[in-house]
């Protein structure tokens, strides 16, 4: 009796824990093979790197994504590595973005501590930069091909999501001044 009750208890654990955890965006075994992908220039040395690494990371990484992460993502919307990426600007200054809840992303500059916020208004399809309580409207997705971007001036313009469309945004932004005579 005790040996059927067993059974079943094991059973019963598998299918939850199968029904609400290999639903995810496996954020550590993505870490991993970033991180294979990234070790040399040389595909063919970072193939046989991988190769050396895969049980190891499949095991483990696998096996924290589908038993821990995974299951938090599901159970509460966002996945608890969804960790700040750090990127260098053109400047050389080291910039910390994150997403934030609800969509969107904030952006730090780590040396000045300067915060911005991308914020995506799903009902208008609208991304909107915001800093220090000053909001100004970056774009708004019209349809997959369409946008309409908003020129310096804050006039909207809509464009087509082709390169010719992205120089003529280009072409009216430049001749567009903020200072008037």
Not at 22 to 36: E, H, M, P, R, Y
Not at 85 to 103: C, E, F, L, N, R
């Amino acid at each position: 009796m005790k040996k059927a009750f067993f059974v079943i208890g094991m059973i019963g654990s598998v299918i939850v824990t199968f029904n609400s955890c290999a639903v995810g965006s496996f954020k550590t075994l993505n870490a991993c093979w970033d991180f294979n992908n990234g070790i040399s220039s040389n595909k063919y040395l970072n193939a046989i790197i991988g190769f050396i690494l895969i049980p190891f990371e499949v095991t483990i990484g696998g096996f924290c994504d589908v038993f821990i992460f995974n299951s938090v993502e599901f159970w509460t919307g966002s996945n608890p590595l969804a960790a700040t990426k750090i990127v260098k600007g053109s400047d050389g200054t080291d910039y910390a973005i994150s997403p934030m809840k609800g969509g969107g992303y904030m952006i730090k500059n780590l040396a000045t501590n300067a915060k911005m916020e991308l914020q995506f208004e799903a009902s208008t399809r609208t991304w909107t930069a915001v800093t220090e309580n000053v909001s100004v409207k970056l774009f708004s997705l019209v349809d997959d091909s369409h946008a309409i971007v908003y020129l310096p001036t804050g006039e909207p313009m809509e464009v087509a999501l082709t390169e010719e469309g992205i120089m003529a945004y280009k072409e009216a932004s430049s001749s567009t001044s903020l200072i008037t005579d």
